[in-house]
């Protein structure tokens, strides 16, 4: 399958922050299932970056097997910047993807990076100008439909079962450190400089 | 605001994040159509 985002401006910017914020048991189920943190599937997927992949749009993106993104595609995490606890897999996997220097400069800083950047660490296969871009995952991803459905399921369900593992193996420290920075003095001051447009201070 | 899906090329379903005023992100409500359009494609 293909995955992409609606208009040129953003992929995905991962949880709507202006929402309900909670994380009670059953939503955690439906986030780690809606990005695919830590259940086993099967269809290949290939993601169409046509803007902006932050925060759980790159956790998403984490799921995918073969990424392109257009030039203008910005890429990070800033959950630390607004005392959020990245908990939809990117501290699970991304360091897998990308290797560890570049997982932890964007999991601490928070900065956003270019498409070049992400092509230049891994994070997506290559940057594609925009014209280009859907005829290119709707290419791929014919070449891998005329392939053996049931040889790349298998392949797709072996690897994703391995990264699911994985995940599954840290949930529960997960959940627990989600739940530390949510009850932190830092969470509401971090949560409401976000939807103030301000620069938080945690002095 | 929703997760479009369009089966109209063989073989290939194309999932559309779309919720574009807020950059494609996803209240809860549209997680759990993604979590659940997920577990339908796995099933396909």
Not at chain 1, 102 to 130: I, P, S
Not at chain 1, 155 to 168: E, G, H, L, N, P
Request: aromatic letters at 6%.
């Amino acid at each position: 399958m293909v995955l992409t985002g609606a208009g040129d401006k953003g992929f995905c910017s991962g949880a709507d922050l202006a929402g309900d914020l909670s994380a009670s048991p059953e939503a955690a189920r439906v986030i780690n299932r809606a990005l695919l943190k830590d259940t086993p599937f099967s269809k290949p997927i290939v993601a169409a970056v046509n803007g902006d992949c932050v925060a759980g749009g790159v956790e998403l993106l984490l799921s995918s097997d073969i990424r392109a993104a257009v030039p203008e595609a910005r890429f990070g995490l800033p959950e630390v910047r607004w005392s959020i606890y990245p908990f939809g897999g990117a501290t699970v996997k991304l360091a897998q993807q990308i290797g560890h220097v570049h997982a932890m400069d964007l999991l601490l800083t928070g900065r956003l990076v270019d498409a070049a950047f992400a092509e230049r660490v891994g994070l997506v296969n290559l940057v594609v100008e925009r014209d280009r871009l859907m005829p290119w995952a709707l290419e791929t991803a014919t070449a891998i439909a005329a392939n053996s459905p049931s040889a790349v399921q298998a392949v797709r369900t072996q690897i994703s079962s391995a990264i699911a593992d994985y995940a599954k193996s840290r949930e529960a420290l997960e959940q627990e450190l989600g739940e530390r920075v949510r009850t932190s003095r830092h969470f509401a001051e971090g949560v409401a400089a976000f939807r103030e447009k301000r620069r938080p201070d945690y002095s | 605001m929703e997760i479009r899906v369009d089966r109209s090329e063989t073989h290939i379903a194309i999932v559309t994040i779309a919720n574009e005023p807020r950059r494609n992100a996803m209240p809860r409500a549209m997680m759990a159509d993604l979590a659940e359009l997920w577990d339908r494609l796995d099933q396909d």
